[in-house]
């Protein structure tokens, strides 16, 4: 294999970029979309929102599985059926999958893994309870799939020398299971802490070396602070700019916040929230289509990035070593 990892580094590749929807939405028709759409220089297009992770550079962890989780394994070489002569007719790098929320974005490309391919599918016991109580999540063949639950507050391994520890964040119920998860109808709570809305600690089983990765998160509070300061890496929810960003543009009657999602600018904002908590490099993915810093050439995207942020694009390839 080309694929060698003598060291206890981790490989982590941004599969999709985007949030729910993607960069074109196939429905879309706000600036991002249509440039997008129409191949324009300053806007990349970007899938559904998921990252791979390795520590012995050999079997990967998959992190959310989207909708675009097809092309987003055609586009990766590291994670084709590997030589047939060793591994046979049928095999994949990807040892597992590993959910931080029940979003439509995050869960339905499982449907897309059921070939009787053995991997082990870790999520929290909330979220293993929802896919259970959906029987389309039965095409995957539970003599082939092993599900897991994801412990909170306690480390796990994922996959060979890879180490994962839940956390919980702010966060909300699946938008599907809003009136139903919940007591009464009405909105939903916004900015609990539950089972349904984690962020990971992700680590080399051998060493101390981690990132954590929030891709979905309402607030900042003071704990999540204290636990992300000084990281080596952080690559954390960036859906929205602005809370009203869908409003203002006419795509939507949500702000940021109702969809459970913290805006990048702003008092309140993951920008001013991280500034001072000497993370070493910050991402931002899990971005909507709306989000003005998806525009390369843009005075948000400037803005970002003086910040010290970046903004992730599919293949995007971090190596923490
Ligand atoms: C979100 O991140 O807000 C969700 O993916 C929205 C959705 O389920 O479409
Ligand atoms: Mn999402
Ligand atoms: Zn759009």
Redesign the pocket.
């Known amino acids: 294999m080309t694929d060698q990892n003598p060291s206890d580094q981790l490989r982590i590749i941004v599969l999709g970029a985007g949030?729910?929807g993607g960069v074109p939405q196939w429905n879309c028709n706000c600036a991002v979309c249509v440039a997008a759409r129409s191949n324009a220089s300053n806007v990349l297009p970007r899938t559904q929102s998921s990252i791979a992770v390795s520590a012995d550079g050999e079997n990967w962890c998959v992190v959310n599985c989207s909708p675009d989780i097809r092309q987003q394994i055609l586009n990766t070489p590291c994670l084709h059926p590997r030589d047939p002569q060793t591994f046979g007719r049928r095999d994949t790098p990807i040892h597992s999958v590993v959910l931080t929320n029940g979003?439509?974005?995050h869960i339905a490309g499982l449907l897309i893994l059921r070939e009787k391919q053995p991997f082990r599918l870790l999520a929290t016991p909330d979220i293993q309870h929802m896919l259970r109580e959906n029987p389309i999540f039965d095409v995957l063949d539970p003599s082939y799939v092993v599900r897991e639950d994801l412990p909170i507050d306690a480390g796990v391994e994922v996959a060979p020398q890879l180490r994962m520890e839940a956390f919980l964040v702010p966060g909300k119920v699946?938008?599907f299971l809003e009136g139903s998860a919940q007591d009464g109808a009405g909105p939903p709570e916004i900015g609990i802490e539950t089972e349904y809305t984690i962020g990971l600690k992700i680590g080399h089983s051998r060493s101390a070396r981690h990132f954590f990765y929030i891709p979905?998160c309402a607030a900042l509070p003071n704990d999540l602070k204290a636990r992300v300061r000084g990281a080596a890496l952080l690559l954390f929810d960036g859906?929205v700019w602005e809370n009203e960003e869908m409003i203002a543009k006419g795509v939507g009657a949500k702000t940021g916040r109702r969809?459970?999602?913290m805006s990048i600018s702003g008092a309140e904002g993951s920008m001013a929230g991280f500034a001072s908590l000497d993370v070493r490099r910050k991402v931002f993915v899990?971005i909507n289509n709306t989000n003005p810093v998806l525009f390369d050439d843009s005075p948000e995207r400037g803005h970002a990035e003086s910040e010290g942020w970046e903004i992730a694009f599919d293949g995007m390839e971090i190596v923490l070593q």
Do not use: I, K, N, Y
Request: charged share 15%.
């Open positions: 949030a729910g979003d439509v974005d699946p938008l979905g859906t969809m459970g999602h899990h």
